[in-house]
């Protein structure tokens, strides 16, 4: 493999002759040359029967090293940038990746890099364009982040989580899998639970036996004698999945089976914390506070004036009980607030709201009803804190 000099990360077999482009794939582009037909068989021919591999030439040793070898050598290591270099790559592969921008916006930063920084040899020798950022990303941190968290979790307990939904781009079904476990600070000592994202499958047909198949080959790279339990998206779907591989887990790990409270342990302590609370009706209440100051300029000002509180209930979601705490904890914040502007437009200082909303939230301001309903309050922020680390377990 010679560099092909008229074209910038194009490369030229020397057995074949035949040109293609680095700058894509990379690596995996001369993997894919070396597969194919006609490369072969020059390979094969007995003029070339000395010729030595893509692989062994890195891993010749010193003394072995002829001068065909070390120009063979050279050429390969022409295409790799310097240390320093590909820190400052991995690093902006990063920071595109985080702040979720494109790749297609890295194409000129090259030219932007050495106008900006003339003086620096990094800043010249920098090439993070649109298909290396690709690729760095897909073939070298992506596989290095998922490799790091297999190990992770290799003597630890741990849930898998996967959602199936369909892919609009590829339309595939795509599997995604999520793991959740007990991790600790270094710095601090603390002990907390975590999700992180794994990978993802891409499936066509996803009858129970398909899905069973292709979450295998999504976790193949974990230790499932320490899986604890699985999660799912829904409270009456893939029980037939769930069988299979209860199955298959009990025959691979000397019996063991796995912990299932339910296909969605999400639905099953939401469902818990609607039904306890019903009987005060908290969620029509936090829903008519938010609604009452939402998009009601004239009502908000009138809030403020009277109260001199510029802080407002903020939106609750009936279907999320569980991600509810911070709008439970801002209505105790500002509940006496509230129960004085009540009283203001109930002494007729304040113009009536006359809404649904109001209503709503002006009877639950009473004697009686104020004093139970700020006790299910407190109950319910407390019992929610509570909740949300047996859901991670």
Not at 81 to 95: G, R, Y
Not at 180 to 193: A, I, K, L, Q, S
Request: proline share 4%; aromatic share 10%; charged share 25%.
């Amino acid at each position: 493999m010679q560099r092909w000099e008229s074209v910038n990360l194009t490369t030229m077999c020397k057995f074949c002759k035949k040109t293609f482009l680095l700058g894509t794939m990379g690596l995996k582009a001369v993997e894919s040359h070396m597969k194919g037909g006609k490369h072969q068989r020059y390979v094969a021919a007995p003029s070339h029967s000395g010729s030595r591999s893509i692989p062994a030439l890195f891993a010749a040793r010193p003394n072995d090293v002829t001068s065909s070898d070390a120009t063979s050598q050279s050429a390969i290591t022409s295409f790799i940038s310097p240390t320093d270099t590909q820190k400052a790559e991995v690093l902006w592969v990063l920071h595109t990746v985080t702040r979720h921008n494109s790749f297609k916006s890295n194409e000129d930063i090259r030219d932007i890099s050495a106008a900006m920084f003339p003086d620096s040899q990094l800043a010249k020798s920098f090439t993070c364009g649109e298909n290396k950022t690709a690729y760095v990303a897909k073939y070298g941190i992506a596989s290095f982040i998922k490799k790091e968290l297999s190990c992770s979790v290799s003597e630890k307990p741990y849930v898998v989580m996967f959602d199936e939904s369909l892919n609009k781009t590829t339309k595939n079904q795509q599997m995604d899998l999520h793991l959740r476990f007990w991790t600790t600070d270094d710095e601090t000592g603390t002990h907390y639970v975590i999700s992180r994202y794994y990978g993802s499958v891409f499936m066509s047909h996803s009858r129970a036996e398909d899905m069973l198949g292709h979450f295998n080959e999504g976790t193949k790279e974990l230790n499932l004698n320490n899986m604890l339990s699985l999660s799912m998206d829904g409270p009456a779907v893939n029980w037939k999945f769930v069988e299979f591989l209860q199955e298959e887990h009990r025959e691979q790990c000397g019996g063991a089976q796995l912990q299932i409270i339910g296909s969605c342990g999400i639905h099953t302590m939401h469902n818990s914390f609607k039904n306890g609370f019903a009987v005060w009706q908290v969620e029509k209440l936090l829903k008519a506070l938010h609604y009452l100051f939402h998009c009601a300029p004239a009502r908000r000002e009138d809030f403020v004036v009277v109260t001199k509180c510029d802080t407002f209930p903020l939106p609750f979601c009936i279907h999320r009980w569980l991600e509810n705490l911070p709008a439970v904890e801002r209505v105790i914040e500002i509940w006496p607030y509230i129960v004085n502007y009540v009283d203001q437009v109930k002494a007729k200082k304040l113009p009536n709201p006359r809404s649904s909303s109001y209503e709503k939230g002006k009877d639950k301001t009473d004697e009686q009803e104020k004093k139970g309903l700020k006790m299910s309050l407190k109950s319910y922020a407390r019992k929610e804190e509570q909740s949300q680390l047996c859901v991670k377990l």
